[in-house]
């Protein structure tokens, strides 16, 4: 049920953006107190984070019609012991 993610996050506003291994794919998660949003499996970290910025550009613009700053990409730092997948079963 707990394991722990490999890969890497980032903050974005209110945001917290993961890209995360597992087993051959990337697995793109943004979330924040109020929000899930599960992105598609990508075959590799470039891409992942790539899909990750473009998801999150996408619901600022579409969801919360707010305009998000060309060039500004997240700042990602590796995953910690801290960092944990949950599943409720």
């Known amino acids: 049920m707990f394991r722990p993610l490999t890969g890497f996050k980032a903050h974005y506003q209110d ?7 597992e087993f051959d794919e990337w697995r793109v998660i943004v979330h924040s107190p109020n929000l899930v949003l ?18 999150i550009k996408a619901y600022l613009n579409d969801v919360k019609h707010e305009a ?12 910690g012991p801290d960092d944990w997948l ?3 079963g």
């Open 38 to 55: 599960q992105g598609q499996r990508q075959y590799n970290a470039a891409k992942a984070k790539d899909h990750a910025s473009a998801l």
């Open 68 to 79: 998000v700053a060309e060039g500004q990409e997240p700042d990602w730092q590796p995953t």
């Open 86 to 88: 949950v599943w409720k």
């Open 15 to 21: 945001l917290t953006i993961m890209v995360v291994s």
